[in-house]
């Protein structure tokens, strides 16, 4: 499912609210939607461990 901006920027400001230490996304892909959560968290809270799991190979998310 492709969120569009305004659907993603209301998810983004939900967990700005919250203070996450770690973050755990299941069907990262290539790994866009995760990175940008993960440094968007970062803003707020040190983020201390991110997962990203999915059932394809991501070079993009692996350098990351």
Excluded: C, W
Excluded at 40 to 62: E, H, P
């Amino acid at each position: 499912m492709l969120a569009i901006p305004n659907q993603f920027s209301k998810y983004l400001v939900k967990l700005s609210q919250y203070t996450i230490h770690s973050y755990f996304g299941i069907g990262v892909r290539h790994g866009g939607t995760f990175i940008i959560t993960i440094e968007y968290l970062n803003r707020f809270n040190q983020i201390k461990k991110a997962i990203g799991v999915d059932i394809d190979y991501s070079t993009g998310l692996k350098q990351y």
